[in-house]
Every structure is written in structure tokens, then in C-alpha cells.
């Protein structure tokens, strides 16, 4: 079994990397996985946490206390998510924690600039033993994390962000520049403290959309209620939910009227109607009204413990473009320092240049080598983006998914309960006998509960209309019903169910009509004449062709329709919604193949509600689900909508392009800086602080742009 623990101080990406490694050389500590995007730690419960705090220490970040609940936390792929609802109780003591540290290190930052500018100004009237005196200090109080972690660092040959600041530190201590080591020390002070303050944000954006999880709930039995954790309630127990009290876990109404914010669960703002019945969302939130619920599913197969484990999960998850920057830091920091080498060594060899200007060339491209705008150029806008759509209801289930989000050329839909709403509407009817055929119809269909059925009688009840009584009701397998009302016989089914009656050339014309148009027929028939016939389809949900018609706008090259009805029925669809193509009659493996096919020409997202859209969303290459649709296809998906429709979706893939730009921009900026500071050794123009502050201003750069995927308008 895996614990969960909260760390804090972890101070870059690569850091956090170099981390886990030791951790797994540990005992028992082979399965160890540390996040920087989350802080935290997921380690076997037998591991030495005391041996696991001094590597920790080793880089200045720390093991968190846990409260009591938290130690109830274990490994989710012991299917218990506990730890799922943990994050708001442990908060404000983290919070307070991480405020603390980043006051002290403030505190820190301000003596030291102080003693700066002090030692800077009373050069010439103190002594040269005074002011190095105070630069020291000032350097020891803003720069002895990095300068310890760099020192440890040297002596096993790691070369990392606090070894590259170690050695231009000493060495321009060495060559006497002590104003520029100083600086150096203060400003990457800063900048360690910005960058640390910018995934904060990021990390407490996503723990405020974790806080919907409630703890306790009031549980009645035998009329008397007990306050309860959550963790606690099991299928059937009955609970009481007040007005502004969270819904503990899924359940149904059994009385009470209310309305009730689901915000949290679907991203919808409205409220939501509920009385008894109805079925509710635990973490949704009870407006007015008191309400008796019944629960139907424990919390950790609830609705919100799916949508936190998930968006926990997605946090942990890392991006081809984070690998390939990961991958490339391991090899751009070593070019670095051998370029700084041949800096230092080739024009006083060479060139006869001076050995002291050309080391202070040589420290100075050391410190623009850093990595660390690069490594962060991704997991904050990857952070923000999870969490952006999180808050709308779509959960992203790792920043791999939504950066294939963001390129998405094609998408291909079911139809059914996809585009539609998976319920059968009268959309025609032609009526040859208005007295007899709507009541025979509802005395006949009243008793059915087939789809067809209910949206004839759906139909009978607009109307108005009163049915009459059907007596001797016989089911015929794939034909009908056949009944008997006031002495006379009737037929109500397909074509086939009526085939005793001849059609005249009016009702085959109006048969094939109907049937042009995609419609499923119900006809209804005495033993001599047909009396009308109802026209059936899957109504269109009302928002279809606005969606259809912004991904287009977004970018979406191909929108494709895959359904197993028929062409017809799929082409009428098509058309209302505006999809580019539209194939009917498919099997599940016959939608696989289909999207296969697809992918070659294009990146392609597949979207569906049923069992039978499984397959399809697990071939593709990227599977999103409606959240209200069945288990296998949440499953099995890469994205799920928490709402049943599509209205968020070009939203969603707004957003991923977002922040695929903004990743794309971050790399651009990061490089640039670095290749500017650089070629400014030619002329022998650069020097220790604008190396900082070229480092310093991409990474606070980076970390701003980033988090503006949290409060920008994505168009």
C-alpha cells in the first residue's frame, strides 16, 4: 500500500525528478512517485521516512506533517480514494506553512538587498575587509540553500541549476567581483522565490476545485440523525441535506424539494430543480429546501470522487513536449558548461585575451545556461489548463490528453445521445382518420413501455386527445401489436405488421416519404384500411449544430457522424447539425475501422455516451466521453464532459490550444533570452547580471504567461 504526503520547497521540475530517483534506490521505495506539479509524494507505506526527509532536505524541500485522515490515505490503484476529499482538510494548514516559508525567504531577500546596497554605497569610506564582509553576508543570506545544494551537487559530478550557480558564485568571489556575486545571489533569490510563489498559484488553483468535496454527513436512522465522515456511507443508508450543505454522495431524492448547485460536478452555473425521484450529484450543493436522499453509490464510486481522482491523476501525468525538454535539460546543461569552458580558455590562449575578463565571460555564460525557464516553460500552463476546464466541468485526465486536445484537426460523433438526445420524438404524422387514430393508437401503445411506444404516447398527450380502451393486447416479434377496442381488430406496428392490407399509390408514396426522410414508421391499421401513420425520430438536441458549427470555427477541420442507424437516418442528422460526413449502419468494429481510417489523415478525437462507442474511443487517438453517459465509456475516455451536452466542448479545445501556444511562446522565449545573453560574449559584452536577470526574466515570464490561462478569456 502507497501513502500519500504533501512535500513542500521542491524548487524546479528536473530537481523533482533527481528526487524520486534516490527515493527508489531506497527500500521498498521502487515504486515512489513525486509530482512538482502537485507536491506531493507517493511512497510505500514501509518506506524509511526518515531517510526519505534527508534526501528531501538534500534540495531544501520538506515532508509535511499529515493529520490523522491523511494517514487513512492509501494508493489509488487500491481503488480507496479517501484522499481524494483529504485536500481541503489539510489546507489551511499548508497554506500557512507555505506563507511562512515564502515571508521568511521575503524577509531573507530584504536584509540581504539591503546589505547590498550598503556595502555598494559605503565603498571608499569602509574598508575593502567591511564592505567584502557585507557582500558576503548578503550573499550567505539570499543564496546558502543553492550554494549547499550546489556543493553537494559538485562533489558527485551532478551538474544542475545550484551546481552552474555555485561555481559563477565562487568564481566571482574568486576573480574579487564580489558587488556581481551579490547581485547574482540576490537575484536568483528572487527568482527561486517567484518561481515558487507562480506554481503555487497554479497548485492552489487546482486545491480550490478540490474543496468540493464534503467531509461528514448527517445520517438518519430510525429517525435519529448521527454525523458521519463520508467515507463511512454506504448503498441505501439515508441522509439529511440542510440548506448550503453539500450532498454528501449519488443518490435519489426520497422527499424534499429544493434546487440544487452542480456546479462542481457539470460547471453549470444554473441550478438544478430536484424533488423526489430525482437523482443527485454528491458535492453539488443544496440551495433552499431540506432534502431526504438516499444514497446509491458509496463516495469513492461517486461522481466527484471520479472527477478528483481524475483530475489528481492528471496532474502526475507528463507531456511529450515536458519528456522531450526533461530530456534535452540533460544534455543542453553539460554543452553549457563546455561552452563556458571554451570561453574561458580560448581567447587567452588563442587570442591573448585576458584570463580574468574571459573567466568572468565564462561564469557569466554558466549562469545564462540554467534551464530552469525551460523545464517551467510547460507544467504551469499544462497546471492551469486541467484546471481551467476542470472548473467547467471537463475533466482532462492528463496534460498528454490535453495537448492532443489542442491539436485536434478531426472529430467523429455518435449519433445516438450524442448529437441526440437518445430519445425517439413523433417528428410526422399522416393521419387518414382523425376520429379513430390517435385514441386507437393510445389505447393500444399506453400499456408498452418500447421507446416508440412512449414517444407516440408523448405525442397523443400534446394533443390533448383522450385514448380509448384496447382489450386482447398481443405482441407480434418484430412487427407490432395487434388489439382489439370496441369489437374491432387493429394492427399498430411496421410494415410488415399491416401486410393484409394492399397499399394504395397515396399511402406508398407517403410510406416512402417519410422513409426518404430517415423517419421509423409506426403505422396503424383495421382489417381494411390503414388509419394514419406517425413518423419517428431521435430528437436533435437543440445545441448540435451551435457546437458543430464552433468547432468548425476553432479550427476543427473534419466533423464526422458514425452511427449505426441507417444512411438515410444518418444523412437527415448530418444535415440538421452541419457535419462534414456521415456514415450509417456501422457496427462497433465497423466505427474502430472508421476512425482508424480517419487518423491517417488527421489527429483524431472520438466522442460518444454508450457501451457500444467503447471501442471506438479507445482506438482513437484521443476518446472523449458525455458524463452522463454509461461507466465504460467514462472508463475508457481520455476527456469527459460532465454535462449531457456538448455545449462546453469548443471551450475545452479553446482552452488546449491555449495552452499549446502558450507552451510554444514559453520555449521561444526561454531559448531566445538565452541566445541573446550569449552572443553577447562575442563582444565580450556580457556580465554576470544581465546573465541573471536573462534567466531570471524568462522564468518569471514564463510563470506570468502561464498562469493567465486561469483568468484570460480563451476565443
Same mark, same amino acid.
Given at each position: 500500500?502507497?501513502?500519500?504526503?504533501?512535500?513542500?520547497?521542491?524548487?524546479?521540475?528536473?530537481?523533482?525528478?533527481?528526487?524520486?530517483?534516490?527515493?527508489?534506490?531506497?527500500?521498498?521505495?521502487?515504486?515512489?512517485?513525486?509530482?512538482?506539479?502537485?507536491?506531493?509524494?507517493?511512497?510505500?507505506?514501509?518506506?524509511?521516512?526518515?531517510?526519505?526527509?534527508?534526501?528531501?532536505?538534500?534540495?531544501?524541500?520538506?515532508?509535511?506533517?499529515?493529520?490523522?485522515?491523511?494517514?487513512?490515505?492509501?494508493?489509488?490503484?487500491?481503488?480507496?480514494?479517501?484522499?481524494?476529499?483529504?485536500?481541503?482538510?489539510?489546507?489551511?494548514?499548508?497554506?500557512?506553512?507555505?506563507?511562512?516559508?515564502?515571508?521568511?525567504?521575503?524577509?531573507?531577500?530584504?536584509?540581504?538587498?539591503?546589505?547590498?546596497?550598503?556595502?555598494?554605497?559605503?565603498?571608499?569610506?569602509?574598508?575593502?575587509?567591511?564592505?567584502?564582509?557585507?557582500?558576503?553576508?548578503?550573499?550567505?543570506?539570499?543564496?546558502?540553500?543553492?550554494?549547499?545544494?550546489?556543493?553537494?551537487?559538485?562533489?558527485?559530478?551532478?551538474?544542475?541549476?545550484?551546481?552552474?550557480?555555485?561555481?559563477?558564485?565562487?568564481?566571482?568571489?574568486?576573480?574579487?567581483?564580489?558587488?556581481?556575486?551579490?547581485?547574482?545571489?540576490?537575484?536568483?533569490?528572487?527568482?527561486?522565490?517567484?518561481?515558487?510563489?507562480?506554481?503555487?498559484?497554479?497548485?492552489?488553483?487546482?486545491?480550490?476545485?478540490?474543496?468540493?468535496?464534503?467531509?461528514?454527513?448527517?445520517?438518519?436512522?430510525?429517525?435519529?440523525?448521527?454525523?458521519?465522515?463520508?467515507?463511512?456511507?454506504?448503498?441505501?443508508?439515508?441522509?439529511?441535506?440542510?440548506?448550503?450543505?453539500?450532498?454528501?454522495?449519488?443518490?435519489?431524492?426520497?422527499?424534499?424539494?429544493?434546487?440544487?448547485?452542480?456546479?462542481?460536478?457539470?460547471?453549470?452555473?444554473?441550478?438544478?430543480?430536484?424533488?423526489?425521484?430525482?437523482?443527485?450529484?454528491?458535492?453539488?450543493?443544496?440551495?433552499?429546501?431540506?432534502?431526504?436522499?438516499?444514497?446509491?453509490?458509496?463516495?469513492?464510486?461517486?461522481?466527484?470522487?471520479?472527477?478528483?481522482?481524475?483530475?489528481?491523476?492528471?496532474?502526475?501525468?507528463?507531456?511529450?513536449?515536458?519528456?522531450?525538454?526533461?530530456?534535452?535539460?540533460?544534455?543542453?546543461?553539460?554543452?553549457?558548461?563546455? @561552452?563556458?569552458?571554451?570561453?574561458?580558455?580560448?581567447?587567452?590562449?588563442?587570442?591573448?585575451?585576458?584570463?580574468?575578463?574571459?573567466?568572468?565571460?565564462?561564469?557569466?555564460?554558466?549562469?545564462?545556461?540554467?534551464?530552469?525557464?525551460?523545464?517551467?516553460?510547460?507544467?504551469?500552463?499544462?497546471?492551469?489548463?486541467?484546471?481551467?476546464?476542470?472548473?467547467?466541468?471537463?475533466? @482532462?485526465?492528463?496534460?498528454?490528453?490535453?495537448?492532443?486536445?489542442?491539436?485536434?484537426?478531426?472529430?467523429?460523433?455518435?449519433?445516438?445521445?450524442?448529437?441526440?438526445?437518445?430519445?425517439?420524438?413523433?417528428?410526422?404524422? @399522416?393521419?387518414?382518420?382523425?376520429?379513430?387514430?390517435?385514441?386507437?393508437?393510445?389505447?393500444?401503445?399506453?400499456?408498452?413501455?418500447?421507446?416508440?411506444?412512449?414517444?407516440?404516447?408523448?405525442?397523443?398527450?400534446?394533443?390533448?386527445?383522450?385514448?380509448?380502451?384496447?382489450?386482447?393486447?398481443?405482441?407480434?416479434?418484430?412487427?407490432?401489436?395487434?388489439?382489439?377496442?370496441?369489437?374491432?381488430?387493429?394492427?399498430?406496428?411496421?410494415?410488415?405488421?399491416?401486410?393484409?392490407?394492399?397499399?394504395?399509390?397515396?399511402?406508398?408514396?407517403?410510406?416512402?416519404?417519410?422513409?426518404?426522410?430517415?423517419?421509423?414508421?409506426?403505422?396503424?391499421?383495421?382489417?381494411?384500411?390503414?388509419?394514419?401513420?406517425?413518423?419517428?425520430?431521435?430528437?436533435?438536441?437543440?445545441?448540435?449544430?451551435?457546437?458543430?458549427?464552433?468547432?468548425?470555427?476553432?479550427?476543427?477541420?473534419?466533423?464526422?457522424?458514425?452511427?449505426?442507424?441507417?444512411?438515410?437516418?444518418?444523412?437527415?442528422?448530418?444535415?440538421?447539425?452541419?457535419?462534414?460526413?456521415?456514415?450509417?449502419?456501422?457496427?462497433?468494429?465497423?466505427?474502430?475501422?472508421?476512425?482508424?481510417?480517419?487518423?491517417?489523415?488527421?489527429?483524431?478525437?472520438?466522442?460518444?455516451?454508450?457501451?457500444?462507442?467503447?471501442?471506438?474511443?479507445?482506438?482513437?487517438?484521443?476518446?472523449?466521453?458525455?458524463?452522463?453517459?454509461?461507466?465504460?465509456?467514462?472508463?475508457?475516455?481520455?476527456?469527459?464532459?460532465?454535462?449531457?451536452?456538448?455545449?462546453?466542448?469548443?471551450?475545452?479545445?479553446?482552452?488546449?490550444?491555449?495552452?499549446?501556444?502558450?507552451?510554444?511562446?514559453?520555449?521561444?522565449?526561454?531559448?531566445?533570452?538565452?541566445?541573446?545573453?550569449?552572443?553577447?560574449?562575442?563582444?565580450?559584452?556580457?556580465?554576470?547580471?544581465?546573465?541573471?536577470?536573462?534567466?531570471?526574466?524568462?522564468?518569471?515570464?514564463?510563470?506570468?504567461?502561464?498562469?493567465?490561462?486561469?483568468?484570460?478569456?480563451?476565443?
Amino acid at each position: 500500500m502507497r501513502i500519500e504526503h504533501r512535500v513542500k520547497g521542491l524548487s524546479c521540475p528536473n530537481c523533482t525528478n533527481e528526487l524520486e530517483q534516490e527515493i527508489r534506490k531506497l527500500e521498498h521505495g521502487d515504486t515512489a512517485r513525486l509530482s512538482y506539479n502537485s507536491g506531493k509524494l507517493l511512497v510505500d507505506e514501509n518506506v524509511d521516512l526518515e531517510k526519505v526527509k534527508r534526501i528531501l532536505k538534500s534540495d531544501g524541500a520538506t515532508l509535511e506533517p499529515r493529520s490523522s485522515q491523511a494517514r487513512n490515505n492509501t494508493d489509488s490503484n487500491e481503488h480507496d480514494h479517501n484522499h481524494d476529499h483529504d485536500h481541503s482538510h489539510n489546507d489551511g494548514h499548508d497554506h500557512d506553512h507555505g506563507s511562512g516559508s515564502t515571508k521568511k525567504m521575503i524577509g531573507l531577500l530584504a536584509v540581504s538587498t539591503l546589505l547590498y546596497f550598503l556595502a555598494m554605497l559605503s565603498q571608499g569610506s569602509l574598508s575593502a575587509a567591511v564592505s567584502i564582509s557585507l557582500y558576503a553576508v548578503a550573499s550567505i543570506l539570499s543564496g546558502y540553500s543553492t550554494f549547499w545544494r550546489g556543493l553537494k551537487n559538485l562533489a558527485k559530478f551532478k551538474f544542475n541549476i545550484d551546481t552552474l550557480m555555485t561555481i559563477a558564485l565562487v568564481g566571482a568571489a574568486t576573480i574579487g567581483d564580489w558587488k556581481e556575486a551579490t547581485l547574482v545571489a540576490i537575484l536568483f533569490g528572487l527568482n527561486e522565490l517567484l518561481e515558487g510563489i507562480g506554481m503555487d498559484k497554479a497548485r492552489r488553483s487546482m486545491e480550490t476545485l478540490l474543496q468540493a468535496a464534503p467531509k461528514e454527513a448527517v445520517k438518519v436512522d430510525n429517525g435519529i440523525e448521527t454525523i458521519v465522515p463520508i467515507a463511512s456511507l454506504k448503498v441505501s443508508d439515508t441522509v439529511i441535506v440542510r440548506p448550503g450543505e453539500k450532498i454528501p454522495s449519488d443518490g435519489t431524492v426520497t422527499s424534499g424539494k429544493s434546487s440544487v448547485n452542480e456546479a462542481a460536478i457539470t460547471g453549470e452555473s444554473l441550478p438544478v430543480e430536484k424533488a423526489s425521484g430525482e437523482p443527485v450529484f454528491g458535492g453539488s450543493i443544496n440551495n433552499e429546501g431540506v432534502l431526504h436522499i438516499r444514497i446509491d453509490k458509496a463516495y469513492e464510486d461517486s461522481s466527484l470522487a471520479k472527477i478528483l481522482h481524475l483530475v489528481q491523476e492528471a496532474q502526475e501525468t507528463k507531456t511529450p513536449t515536458e519528456l522531450f525538454i526533461n530530456k534535452f535539460s540533460k544534455y543542453y546543461t553539460p554543452l553549457i558548461i563546455v @561552452v563556458a569552458i571554451l570561453v574561458i580558455l580560448i581567447p587567452p590562449l588563442l587570442l591573448g585575451g585576458d584570463w580574468q575578463e574571459w573567466l568572468y565571460q565564462g561564469l557569466a555564460v554558466l549562469i545564462v545556461g540554467c534551464p530552469c525557464a525551460l523545464i517551467l516553460s510547460s507544467p504551469i500552463a499544462i497546471v492551469a489548463g486541467i484546471t481551467r476546464n476542470a472548473r467547467n466541468g471537463i475533466l @482532462v485526465k492528463g496534460g498528454v490528453f490535453l495537448e492532443q486536445l489542442g491539436r485536434l484537426d478531426t472529430l467523429a460523433f455518435d449519433k445516438t445521445g450524442t448529437l441526440t438526445k437518445g430519445e425517439p420524438h413523433v417528428e410526422k404524422t @399522416v393521419v387518414y382518420d382523425e376520429v379513430r387514430f390517435y385514441s386507437i393508437a393510445g389505447a393500444i401503445e399506453k400499456a408498452s413501455e418500447h421507446p416508440l411506444a412512449k414517444a407516440v404516447m408523448k405525442e397523443i398527450s400534446r394533443l390533448g386527445i383522450t385514448s380509448s380502451e384496447a382489450d386482447e393486447i398481443e405482441t407480434i416479434s418484430g412487427q407490432g401489436i395487434t388489439a382489439v377496442c370496441d369489437g374491432r381488430k387493429y394492427w399498430l406496428g411496421n410494415e410488415k405488421s399491416i401486410s393484409h392490407i394492399p397499399f394504395t399509390d397515396e399511402i406508398r408514396s407517403a410510406v416512402q416519404s417519410l422513409k426518404d426522410e430517415g423517419l421509423t414508421l409506426v403505422l396503424l391499421a383495421d382489417e381494411s384500411e390503414v388509419l394514419g401513420m406517425f413518423g419517428i425520430a431521435d430528437e436533435i438536441r437543440e445545441e448540435s449544430a451551435q457546437v458543430i458549427g464552433e468547432l468548425h470555427r476553432s479550427g476543427i477541420r473534419r466533423t464526422v457522424m458514425l452511427t449505426g442507424d441507417h444512411q438515410k437516418t444518418a444523412e437527415k442528422v448530418a444535415r440538421a447539425v452541419g457535419v462534414s460526413e456521415s456514415y450509417g449502419s456501422l457496427l462497433p468494429e465497423d466505427k474502430v475501422a472508421k476512425v482508424k481510417e480517419l487518423a491517417v489523415r488527421g489527429t483524431v478525437g472520438m466522442i460518444g455516451d454508450g457501451i457500444n462507442d467503447a471501442p471506438a474511443l479507445a482506438s482513437s487517438q484521443l476518446g472523449i466521453a458525455m458524463g452522463k453517459g454509461t461507466d465504460s465509456a467514462i472508463e475508457t475516455a481520455d476527456i469527459v464532459l460532465m454535462q449531457d451536452h456538448l455545449g462546453k466542448l469548443p471551450t475545452a479545445i479553446r482552452i488546449a490550444r491555449r495552452v499549446n501556444r502558450v507552451i510554444r511562446f514559453n520555449i521561444g522565449v526561454a531559448l531566445g533570452l538565452k541566445l541573446i545573453a550569449l552572443l553577447l560574449t562575442i563582444p565580450g559584452w556580457l556580465t554576470l547580471w544581465i546573465a541573471i536577470l536573462s534567466d531570471m526574466g524568462a522564468t518569471i515570464f514564463v510563470t506570468l504567461v502561464s498562469l493567465t490561462i486561469l483568468i484570460q478569456k480563451c476565443s
